[in-house]
């Protein structure tokens, strides 16, 4: 199995740019999902397929994937974006799906 | 619209089982995978393992053989977790969760606590 690496926080200002590493080895050959939870409430999925977004998801939020770090990329942060931010990827091999450990984005 | 929507909060004592629902609408119930997700007070979330509810295949996180059982009814479109051997680690809440795709869960159940306690 392998390990999705995130850090534990991040900080930005209302209109500034969040970015949000999601690190392992050669994850650019795996496929990336991102999701945002508010505190007691389910996951919502922001990103699937590295950069893709789904409906109802602001343009705001993109992904990118490349070599060994895929990263979720909020622009003009608002207050309302403060939630933690997971990636996810389906381990092909195992069959298994495995979550980083979760990054919680603050606005200052 | 797409819903899933699971059982209530439990309590339960160290050693019991509990059985958690969810119940799908709005789509084909045998065409999308069901997971199911755990997340312990204040971590991050954890895959506990998947369903095929039209046919009924599981493929289960190795922490979790032996101790959950995945099941799916068509008839009520409704999937089954159950977890045995409960201790006060198994203390979370649980979400069912929709495979939209290769790979990532488009609609999540609202989750279901639950608490293990003497």
């Known amino acids: 199995s392998f390990v999705l690496t995130q850090p534990p926080s991040v900080s930005v200002a209302p209109g500034q740019t969040a970015k949000i590493p999601c690190a392992e080895n050669?994850?650019?050959?795996?496929?990336v999902h991102w999701y945002q939870q508010k505190p007691g409430q389910a996951p919502v999925l922001v990103v699937y397929?590295?950069?893709e977004r789904p409906s109802g998801i602001p343009e705001r939020f993109s992904g990118s994937n490349s070599e060994n770090t895929a990263t979720l990329t909020i622009s003009r942060v608002e207050a309302g974006d403060e939630a933690d931010y997971f990636c996810?990827?389906?381990?092909?091999?195992?069959?298994?799906?495995?979550f980083g450990g979760g990054t919680k984005l603050t606005v200052l | 619209q797409v819903q899933l929507v699971q059982s209530g909060a439990e309590v339960k004592r160290p050693g019991a089982s509990v059985a958690v629902s969810c119940k799908a609408s709005g789509y084909t119930f045998s065409t999308y995978w069901i997971h199911w997700v755990r997340q312990a007070p204040g971590q991050g979330l954890e895959w506990m393992g998947v369903i095929n509810p039209g046919g009924d295949t599981t493929t289960y996180a190795q922490r979790f053989q032996g101790k959950v059982t995945m099941t799916g009814d068509t008839s009520t479109n409704t999937v089954y977790m159950e977890l045995r051997s409960l201790e006060s680690d198994d203390t979370a809440v649980y979400f069912c969760?929709?495979?939209?795709?290769?790979?990532?869960?488009?609609?999540w159940g609202q989750g279901t606590q639950v608490t293990v306690s003497s």
């Open positions: 397929d590295d950069s």
């Open positions: 969760a929709r495979a939209g795709g290769f790979g990532w869960f488009d609609t």
């Open positions: 996810q990827v389906w381990d092909s091999h195992s069959d298994h799906v495995v």
């Open positions: 050669n994850i650019a050959y795996k496929t």
